[in-house]
């Protein structure tokens, strides 16, 4: 199999794909092979709403590669689903440190924020997530409880 090449496109495949524009991406998923699937693969999990998976996307809604573009739908939707993950933990651990900080209890540190014990439990645990503006009455909260002992 040839190495793949870019026609008529500012850019080379050794280039980041950060750098490729979407004439080129479009090569990459038509002809390219492992290396430029895998190098593209990268960049979806490093970002999976960044301006490379947009370029992708956009690709596939005109030129959809047989087995290529359904490996790319899939791999665009499980780097999000793993970067929501992630940020769902994220949160439940502030929300945590937000109560272990405050030293408060939980079911006063609820009140305080004007929600239940167990709707709070649900946040720090993950399960839910709560809105910004309770995150931000959260971390309110959590500063006026430690600075007031």
Known sequence: MSALSFRNVDASPADPVSEWPQEAIQTALERGGLTAWRRLAAAIR??????????????????????VAAAFDRAIAR????????????????????????????????????????????????????SAALLLRMRRSSNSASCSE
């Open 46 to 67: 490093a970002d999976p709403w960044g301006p490379v998976v947009r370029r992708i996307e956009d690709v596939l809604t005109y030129s959809r590669p047989y087995g």
């Open 79 to 130: 780097s999000r689903d793993a970067a929501e993950a992630a940020e769902r933990d994220a949160i439940a651990a502030e929300i945590s440190k937000l109560i272990a900080d405050s030293g408060l209890t939980q079911a006063d540190f609820a009140s305080r924020i004007g929600t239940s014990a167990s709707r709070l439990s649900t946040y720090a645990s993950g399960k839910v997530t709560p």
